[in-house]
């Protein structure tokens, strides 16, 4: 099994950036692809984001597209959302996850943080 924890939410104003972190431990032996996801109170969980193990492809929502940035330093076990150009509706609950194989994933992932509050103020 593998633990994530998410760090880098806060508050924001309209325009600026923020830079998740998502630190995993336990079993990082294995070659996950990682994802972030978001969920604003009361509506489903959405994906953002995703990279294979190796970094080379990567995946946005296009609610995103050209604003985030996936990255990850293997040898940290750490993966990145950098956020920038920041929007009041980019507000919500982010979310990392980690799918054993090591391929880029949009769904089916096998493990989750605990999520960090974004909160984007206009």
């Known amino acids: 099994q593998v633990q994530l924890v998410e760090s880098g939410g806060g508050l924001v104003q309209a325009g600026g950036s923020l830079r998740l972190s998502c630190a995993a431990s336990?079993?990082?032996?294995?070659?996950?692809?990682m994802g972030w996801f978001r969920r604003v109170p009361g509506k489903e969980r959405r994906f953002v984001a995703a990279?294979?193990?190796?970094?080379?492809?990567?995946h946005y929502a296009d609610f995103v597209k050209g604003r985030f940035t996936i990255s990850r330093n293997n040898a940290k076990n750490t993966v990145f959302l950098q956020m920038n150009s920041l929007k009041p509706e980019d507000t919500a609950v982010y979310y990392c996850?980690?799918?054993?194989?090591?391929?880029?994933?949009?769904?089916?992932?096998?493990?989750w943080g605990q999520g960090t509050q974004v909160t984007v103020s206009s």
């Open positions: 996850a980690a799918r054993g194989g090591g391929e880029l994933y949009t769904a089916g992932y096998d493990y």
């Open positions: 336990g079993r990082t032996n294995v070659r996950y692809g």
């Open positions: 990279m294979d193990y190796n970094g080379v492809s990567t």
